[in-house]
């Protein structure tokens, strides 16, 4: 059974515990004055995909069909970065660079930062995954920008019995309580998609990953999951008040597949 888009957004909206603002005014005081863009820093479940890799679709490539005049989406996130790898490699300075007063920095790491046996990525839910995580928020804050965290978005994994399964161990608890801690608005994507995957049930959630004839992925979208997850997302920012209802747009309706475009990759 597949859920309506209202039902969708009304289940993000009461779902996302309130966040304390940052600020003190709310973001939609920006609005008139000059643009805003949402910085993504994560990895390849938000990645923009090009056309070698279609229909691999991640949330960041939808975001935008969610969002109203006067903001913009700049995708920094990258295939397997980690919070730490994506650090290490000065992204999130690239990203520190240009953001500036009023823009919003996504922060989605939590499936590389698992790879235990890979010293280039991995981190320690309590202690470094949670260090790292601050140097993004406090970077973001120093530039007037203000962070958002993010849980990462569940795989398609089911029990013999149906049950959508958690995969991410303590990674989202401990972006839950750094973002508590901090006073950061968290987006829990985490609790979000495995509810809407457990909703459609087994055989439904193949038609929003990565399901081709030559492949089984049950952790990178297509289309329809890109947009299922960016739609969770755009909900989430308006119920963590990061902005404004007015902000957003679309959010209980059908967004087409033909909207999503792979480009070419840039040459090396």
């Given at each position: 059974m597949s859920l309506s888009r209202r039902q969708v957004t009304v289940a993000a909206l009461a779902a996302v515990p309130l966040a304390v603002a940052t600020t003190s005014g709310s973001a939609s005081a920006h609005s008139g004055r000059r643009s805003r863009t949402i910085y993504i820093a994560g990895d390849s479940t938000a990645a923009q995909k090009y056309a070698d890799a279609a229909p691999e679709t991640g949330w960041g490539m939808a975001l935008p069909f969610f969002l109203g005049k006067g903001l913009a989406v700049s995708n920094h996130a990258v295939n397997g970065r980690s919070s730490k790898s994506f650090f290490d490699e000065g992204r999130l300075d690239a990203i520190l660079d240009v953001i500036g007063p009023g823009d919003f920095l996504i922060i989605q790491f939590g499936h590389n930062d698992e790879k235990i046996a890979d010293p280039v990525r991995y981190t320690e839910p309590w202690t470094t995954y949670q260090e790292h995580l601050r140097l993004y928020i406090d970077g973001a804050r120093a530039r007037g920008a203000r962070p958002v965290l993010a849980t990462s978005v569940e795989r398609r994994k089911f029990d013999a019995s149906g049950n959508a399964q958690p995969t991410h161990g303590d990674y989202p608890a401990a972006m839950r309580a750094l973002a508590e801690k901090e006073r950061v608005a968290l987006l829990d994507i985490q609790a979000l998609s495995i509810a809407l995957w457990q909703e459609l049930g087994v055989e439904e959630t193949k038609k929003y990953f990565n399901w081709t004839a030559t492949e089984q992925d049950n952790t990178h979208f297509n289309p329809p999951g890109a947009v299922a997850v960016a739609r969770l997302v755009a909900a989430g920012l308006v119920r963590s008040r990061v902005l404004a209802h007015r902000d957003v747009r679309r959010l209980d309706e059908?967004?087409?597949?033909?909207?999503?475009?792979?480009?070419?990759?840039?040459?090396v």
């Open positions: 059908e967004i087409p597949d033909s909207w999503i475009t792979w480009p070419q990759a840039a040459a």
